[in-house]
């Protein structure tokens, strides 16, 4: 199932979304512009390398500059190809807003560096012998799903299903779809630690990492009643009544 729209109408500018959207391609566009080895050398600086820091902390160097902790931020800025990128971007523009119209411009932005940060750890703590650069807003955007699904558990999502090069259009809850991504995501994170060749490549402990902060920190970073317009009528449940409170 893909996602091709989101039902909930967003009533500000999407500000930080597009912001988001911008850097990620532009930092991409100079990813592509770099030749083998410059690329190698620029994602050993800032994607993710798991055993950099197992090996750290197995010979007791605790101790993290900024340079160490920069990747846990940059690699959410980061891509593999021109297909991760899109598809990463076109999931953001199609929940971000929505989220950000919700939080506001700041909170929105702090929340989404913090389901960035909890993503790397995460695939960081289930993958700590790993040489391959971690990069990619996944993990993030999956923070996104986590508050989506809770603020608005029965939006309406229409998705497209292709069958035998049929695409086939279904609308159904925002739960519906997430649950099921988030599914896959668990049940591929479970099949690396029995088989870490089934990863392919992909860092499914950050997604669910990163959804898993984004679920918890949505009652956190919402804007209270007296600061907020009116509540949409797809909020109310998994968490909120209507007024908003906890």
Known sequence: MIPIRNAVPSRY??????????????????QDS??????????????????????????????????????FFSMMFLHGGWLHLILNMWTLWL?????????????????????????????VMFNPTSIVPALGASGAIAGILG??????????VVVVVPILFIPLFFEVYAYVFISLWFLI????????????????????????GGFIAGFALAPLLVRSEQRYRAYYPDEGVLGFDTQGRI
Do not use: K
């Not at 500018?13 to 100079?30: D, G, Q, W, Y």
């Not at 049940?187 to 992909?202: E, I």
């Open 13 to 30: 500018p999407p500000v930080v979304t597009s912001m988001l959207i911008a850097i990620n391609c532009l930092v991409f566009l100079f």
């Open 95 to 123: 929940f971000g807003p929505t989220i950000e119209d919700r939080m506001g411009h700041a909170r929105y932005l702090a929340f989404y560096l913090a389901c960035g940060l909890a993503a790397s750890v995460a695939h």
């Open 147 to 156: 508050c989506y699904m809770r603020l608005f558990p029965m939006a309406r």
């Open 185 to 208: 995501q668990v049940l591929q994170s479970m099949m690396t630690l029995l088989l870490p060749s089934a990863s392919g490549d992909v860092a499914w402990w950050a997604h669910v």
């Open 34 to 71: 770099l030749g083998p080895d410059e690329l190698e050398l620029f994602l050993r600086q800032f994607a993710l390398i798991p055993a950099r820091y197992s090996e750290a902390f197995a010979s007791g160097e605790t101790d993290l500059g900024a340079a160490d902790i920069l990747p």
